[in-house]
């Protein structure tokens, strides 16, 4: 059975880190794009970050970038998400997408993304 799980996310302070990890059972990370989006109450789901496949090209959102840092280490099959600086408004459940994709992931919608995880709540409060 293929499966997308997130974990690390948790209640943190505003000015504090956290890392999101991404991992998948039923096959392997390596060879996908990976995307983080995420999704506040009220709101429509936001693409986060993403990391390319084929090149390791990685794409930031205006709002994280400078704070929020994806890799990915296809030896152990997890993608990362460390997140910095962390402001209420990056309060939002998260989520973790995997799809094959053949242009550079920066390219493509959430739409386009065809296994997603659950998400991960992540709480920036004092």
């Known amino acids: 059975q293929v499966q997308i799980v997130e974990s690390g996310g948790g209640l943190v302070q505003p000015g504090g880190s956290l890392r999101l990890s991404c991992t998948a059972s039923g096959f392997t990370l390596d060879g996908y794009a990976i995307g983080w989006f995420r999704q506040a109450p009220g709101k429509e789901r936001e693409r986060v970050s993403c990391i390319s496949s084929h090149d390791g090209s990685t794409y930031y959102a205006d709002s994280v970038k400078g704070r929020f840092t994806i890799s990915r280490d296809n030896a152990k099959n997890m993608v990362y998400l460390r997140m910095n600086s962390l402001k209420p408004e990056d309060t939002a459940v998260y989520y973790c997408?995997?799809?094959?994709?053949?242009?550079?992931?920066?390219?493509?919608?959430?739409?386009?993304?065809?296994?997603w995880g659950q998400g991960t709540q992540v709480t920036v409060s004092s």
């Open positions: 997408a995997a799809e094959r994709l053949a242009l550079q992931c920066k390219n493509y919608r959430a739409y386009e993304f065809g296994s």
